[in-house]
């Protein structure tokens, strides 16, 4: 499971990048929102598995040392990658409601430049 962490964080990381922003209306953006809290979600959950999973079996019986050992490791970048998701899907949906707000005040008295 921690194995698809890595695709989980590259699906957070590129699901927000937008090339030209001018190319869509603020209603694209704005129907994007929800979009994005989803994979914001759901690319958080995928690394908060293998954390809960890591957790339990810090406090597994019978102690071993190699196994808490373990566990802390996996759990440290487990806690990480969930970190990360949020961190860069709060970014993209902050991003997605900032063009949402700029792209639909700023159409009307947008004046193409030329030349």
């Not at 964080?9 to 699901?15: E, N, Q, R, Y």
């Not at 954390?51 to 102690?63: E, L, N, Q, Y």
């Amino acid at each position: 499971m921690l194995c698809l962490t890595l695709a989980s964080t590259f699906v957070a990381f590129g699901s927000g990048f937008v090339h030209d922003p001018d190319d869509n209306p603020a209603s694209f953006y704005r129907d994007k929102i929800p979009e994005r809290q989803w994979v914001t979600a759901v690319s958080m959950l995928i690394p908060a598995m293998p954390a809960g999973a890591a957790g339990v079996s810090i406090f597994a019986r019978p102690p071993a040392l190699v196994g808490i050992l373990a566990g802390s490791i996996v759990l440290l970048l487990a806690l990480a990658a969930v970190w990360f998701c949020w961190v860069v899907g709060i970014d993209d949906i902050d991003k997605f409601e900032r063009f949402a707000k700029h792209f639909f005040v700023g159409a009307a008295s947008r004046v193409p430049v030329c030349c």
